[in-house]
């Protein structure tokens, strides 16, 4: 529902109430159904340890990555969409459904276990000024910048999860169970949304607030598709990672602050790029005043090479087509010599570059050409954010530090899940 070729889907979050009577309908319909409201089996306060997920999908042609989350009592599995861009984790449930859309597996069968209105994680979902008109449940609206939504109620159901050592937790957590949703333009067959976000309600954050991780998320996507989801920090050297800090002005996302384009090396001049790191976009997106510059500067550099552009392919807005359709980017990277990076400054002249190798801004579509994986945001309504999309990410190591506020990188193999010491473990 979030990830296409030329819509980002970070979390664009406003929540409001319904009708007072709408609030006595939905708390009758969620009475109907008698999920376990036993407390989660806390076997043990684990921070050092570490839970690993593996990673499904590709930035093209499939448009999103997803992993497999077992929730419920019997556990049931669900395929949900790994959003850093979000807090909020939800599932289609049936609650009954007013609209619900296509998804691999049947509804989410919900608990009883409503989360009070008042309750610290439906406060953070709300303004300030947000009024309870049904106390003892907490209903939310999401909505997402491709136009889709989803409306539904918080609810508190078991989570089974492994940490890397074997032993399994079933810590009670909070998630939105979403009885009416609206498809965006770029909507997939999922289950729902892993909310990954620096807020309270992500799922990282409600684990690390019961002692089970550190709150540290981590992904690992591969270029060939798939790879890995971890939370906690017991799975990298922090000594091989690239940090920057967080930005404490745009605290709603992963955000390193301002940034300057470069190209080739140097400065383009194009600076003060407000950017934020999304796993729920696919692809890379600059601010139009950015993407113009780069898009003049790659025509630039391919001017006089057998390279021509292809309107015909409409796979994302600027594609090329060579003497021969092109198999991998590899094929392609002889032409895009030059390189791209975002400077975020730091502390004081010191500044942290992410590097943008071929790779990481082209893919080749089913017709054979080479495509920019870079779009222009303010088209799509980003105004002046500027997003880091999967196709940017890959084969790279990406960690958000949410206890020390930093970013990190580092490449990596994401083909396979990652082997770690015993020492890692507890």
């Given amino acids: 529902m979030r990830k296409g070729q030329v819509n980002v889907f970070f979390l664009l ?24 409201s036993s407390s989660s089996s806390m076997m043990m306060n684990r921070v050092g340890s570490s839970i690993l997920f593996p990673i499904h999908g590709n930035v093209y042609p499939t448009g999103y990555y997803n992993v497999t989350i077992y929730i419920g009592h019997p556990p049931k599995p669900y395929f949900l969409d790994l959003d850093t861009g979000s807090d909020l984790t939800w599932l289609q449930c049936n609650a ?3 609209h619900c859309i296509e998804a691999p597996h049947p509804l989410y069968q919900p608990s009883n276990d409503l989360v009070a209105c008042r309750h610290p994680l439906c406060a953070a979902l709300h303004p ?4 309870c008109e049904s106390p003892d449940q907490c209903d939310y609206e999401v909505e997402y910048a491709d136009g889709g939504s989803s409306l539904g109620v918080l609810v508190r159901d078991v989570f089974s999860l492994n940490y890397t050592n074997g032993v399994r937790l079933s810590p009670r957590l909070a998630l939105g169970c979403g009885y009416d949703q609206i ?44 790879g ?25 996302y992963y955000s390193p602050g301002s940034a300057e384009l470069h190209f080739g090396g140097k400065a383009t001049g194009i600076k003060n790029l407000i950017v934020i790191f999304d796993s729920g976009s696919s692809y890379t997106y600059l601010n139009s005043q950015a993407y113009q510059a780069l898009t003049l500067l790659l025509k630039k550099e391919l001017s006089g090479q057998s390279l021509k552009e292809a309107p015909e392919d409409q796979t994302l807005p600027l594609c090329w087509k060579g003497r021969k359709p092109f198999r991998s980017v590899h094929d392609a990277k002889k032409y895009f010599k030059t390189s791209l990076a975002l400077a975020f400054a730091n502390s004081g002249r010191r500044k942290t570059q992410f590097e943008l190798h071929p ?22 309504g980003l105004q002046n954010l500027n997003v880091i999309g ?22 990596a193999n994401c083909d396979h899940l990652p082997r770690f010491k015993s020492a890692y473990y507890m």
């Fill in 13 to 36: 979050l406003f929540l409001s109430l319904s009708s007072a009577s709408d609030q006595k309908w939905r708390k009758a319909m969620m009475s109907a159904y008698n999920g376990s």
């Fill in 390 to 411: 999967d196709i940017s990410m890959q084969d790279r190591m990406v960690v958000y530090d949410n206890e020390k506020q930093v970013i990190g990188w580092s490449p």
């Fill in 183 to 226: 498809p965006g333009t770029s909507y997939h067959p999922l289950d729902g949304i892993l909310g990954l976000g620096r807020g309270k309600s992500s799922i990282v954050s409600q684990l690390q607030s019961q002692g089970l991780v550190r709150n540290v998320v981590g992904h690992c996507l591969s270029g060939r598709g798939g």
């Fill in 96 to 98: 009954p459904c007013v």
């Fill in 128 to 131: 300030p000024d947000y009024k």
């Fill in 228 to 252: 890995f989801l971890f939370f906690g920090d017991g799975l990298y050297d922090s000594s091989h990672v690239t940090w920057t800090s967080m930005s404490q002005e745009f605290t709603k």
């Fill in 359 to 380: 790779e990481a801004y082209l893919i080749i579509s089913n017709k054979g050409n080479v495509c920019l994986g870079i779009l222009n945001g303010t088209q799509v």
